[in-house]
């Protein structure tokens, strides 16, 4: 139990989700680790390379010194070289080297997380190396792993948790960045309101509103005449979210009312992490 109980719905997602993956990709054979993850260029293997790589920085371990191989046509930008350094370097690892890296790694930060003493609003290094609060910290880790156990399952065959707590996690950090897909990404205009309705096990409705000066907020309220409705149900939403799957793919599980083409512009901008 950390000392703060503002972290623990993170800190008790975060556990949740590890234990999870750590649960699954145990009885993995050498070819099921080499499976593709459905993430460009990621096997299962490299998936969860990522999220020990992850674990090891918030711990405080240094970053591996390693240099990328140069025909990595999968990395696009200075965010994914950084993030694929931690999966490049355990790369040819065996499925015993993988499992016993992971528990190892887990056991080491669920010790860190339940004896944290830090306060919420204290400096650590966050995704990618920059500074974030302990509480954004947490709740990113949280989120990060529940995401990735989900790559994992889809590319098993073995769903489930998609409403664990990691999932209510999940929501919350998709939806505080809708508000700059909206306003800023898909470019609505004033005066603008757009209703997002989810359906399944987690189920929320939520209004995005663009104001006077184009700086769009969200809310739970139910709006009259909104400028576009965009209904779905939760995993067709995290996906499209996370970029796992784009608008054309998904079009038979996404209703869209109201202005097409501004319809159109959100769920063209709908992804929001790297």
């Given at each position: ?15 949740h ?29 490299d998936?969860v ?10 711990l405080?371990?240094?970053r ?27 790369r ?31 400096t650590?290094?966050?995704p ?33 948790n998609?409403?664990?707590?990691g ?23 004033a ?22 000066e ?47 083409k ?13």
């Open positions: 139990m950390t000392v703060h109980s503002s972290l623990q719905p993170a800190v008790d997602a975060w556990v989700s590890a234990e999870a993956i750590s649960e699954i990709v145990a009885p993995l054979s050498e070819g099921e680790w080499s499976g593709r993850s459905g993430l460009p260029g990621w096997s299962v293997r998936v390379s990522h999220i020990i790589g992850a674990e090891c920085e918030a405080g371990d240094p591996p010194i390693h240099n990328l191989p140069a025909d990595l046509v999968h990395i696009t930008g200075e965010k994914a070289r950084y993030v694929e350094v931690q999966v490049d370097v355990r040819h690892h065996t499925a015993p080297e993988m499992t016993a890296d992971l528990e190892y790694t887990l056991i080491r930060r669920q010790r860190q997380l339940r004896d944290e003493k830090r306060a919420p609003d204290a650590v290094r966050g990618f190396g920059q500074e974030v609060t302990l509480a954004e910290s947490l709740r990113y880790r949280a989120f990060d792993v529940w995401v990735h156990e989900q790559d994992i399952r889809r590319a098993l065959g073995k769903p489930g998609i409403d664990s707590p999932a209510l996690v999940a929501r919350d950090e998709l939806l505080a960045r809708l508000p700059d897909v909206v306003a800023g990404e898909a470019g609505a205009r005066g603008s309101v757009v209703v997002v309705d989810v359906t399944g096990p987690v189920e929320f409705m939520r209004t995005v509103r663009v104001d006077d184009g700086r769009g907020s969200i809310d739970g309220s139910v709006s009259l005449g909104p400028t576009v409705t965009l209904t779905t149900d939760w995993e067709t939403y995290l996906r499209l979210a996370t970029g796992r799957t784009r608008a054309a793919a998904a079009a038979d599980r996404v209703k869209t009312e109201g202005d097409p501004l319809a159109e512009a959100v769920l063209r901008h709908f992804a929001v992490t790297d």
